[in-house]
Every structure is written in C-alpha cells, then in structure tokens.
C-alpha cells in the first residue's frame, strides 16, 4: 500500500505527456490479462465503442490520455486508458499519453487499470445499483462480497473503506442489496 503512493508521489517526475504518433501501442501483458477477464464493455449496457460515439478523438485523448511506458523492443504498453486505446484502435489517430521514464514495478500495473475501472464506478458514480457494483467489484477483485475489503489490491486504492458498510455510506447506496447475485461475478 505504502510503496504504490510512494510511487504516486513521484510520478510526475518520472514521465512526461507525450502525443504518440506512428508508434505502436499494446497492453501491458499483466494489464491485458485483466482487461480480458473483466470485459470493461459489459458496463456499457448494451452499448458499444463504434468510432461515431467518441468525436472528435483528439479532444477525447486530451481528456482521457493514455498512461503507458515504453519497453525493450520499443513498444508502448499501456496501462490505463482503456476507452481511449480501445477508439485508438480503430483510427490509428495521434493520441494523448503520459509516459513513464520506466516500466512500473509488476505489482502495480494492475493498480494502474482497476483504479481506472474503479474511479469510473465509484468515484464518478456513474452507477447506483448496489447489487452492480458489488457484481462488478468482486469482478474486478477476484473477491467475494466478504474478502473484497480485505483485498490488497482493494484496500491499496481504497484504504478507508473497509467494509461494505463503509462503502455503501460513502457512496450513498443500501449495504442490504450489496451483493453478488446466482450466476452473476
């Protein structure tokens, strides 16, 4: 917990914003492997990420740059920045991207991805189904309702949420349907 916001603290000092152009641009390995297992689509409802929806891409990268290094063989692995890699995909336009001196330490590059899902979800509040978060939480955590707050992973980006009461105060929703439902998670 301690050593990701010792990183934080210095970020800005090992890396710099960047528009990447001709450059070829892939997932962190670790980062695909859980961009595959979660399927960030899905809360979509039903929606897709059809070129139309995200106009004009230039002020769509600026907004939502991606958060990438880059490797040995000279390619630049993303990290966050999901919508905006997933639209770049498509166009193979200039895009937005801070880029680090140097490659994460591996324990934080999933950090980097489910803050990003997370922030959407809980600090954008974009949904307030307490049964929706908890399916997507215990998703993305490989938890259940009960070992999601004893998550490392949980508990290195929200240190002051350490029980579903806890979160369900603080995002205004029932803690009494905060739960994964049969066949769901």
Request: with cysteine.
């Amino acid at each position: 917990m301690d050593k990701f916001k010792r990183y934080l603290d210095n970020i800005y000092e090992n890396g710099q914003f960047q528009v990447l152009d001709e450059t070829r641009i892939e997932w962190d390995r670790k980062v695909r492997n859980l961009v595959e297992r979660v399927n960030p689509v899905a809360a979509l409802q039903g929606r897709n990420l059809e070129p139309s929806y995200i106009k004009p891409f230039a002020l769509h990268s600026l907004q939502s740059p991606l958060l990438v290094y880059l490797d040995g063989r000279e390619i630049y692995r993303v990290l966050s920045g999901y919508f905006t890699y997933s639209v770049y995909c498509q166009h193979r336009k200039p895009v937005a991207a801070y880029v680090l001196n140097k490659a994460p330490p591996n324990q934080f590059r999933e950090l980097f991805f489910l803050n990003e899902l997370t922030r959407c979800l809980l600090d954008q509040y974009f949904i307030n189904s307490s049964s929706m978060v908890a399916t997507f939480l215990t998703n993305w955590f490989e938890a259940t309702d009960d070992s999601l707050f004893r998550n490392e992973k949980w508990l290195t980006l929200y240190p002051h949420l350490k029980t579903k009461a806890e979160l369900c105060r603080w995002l205004g929703i029932s803690n009494k349907t905060f739960f994964v439902k049969k066949g769901e998670g």
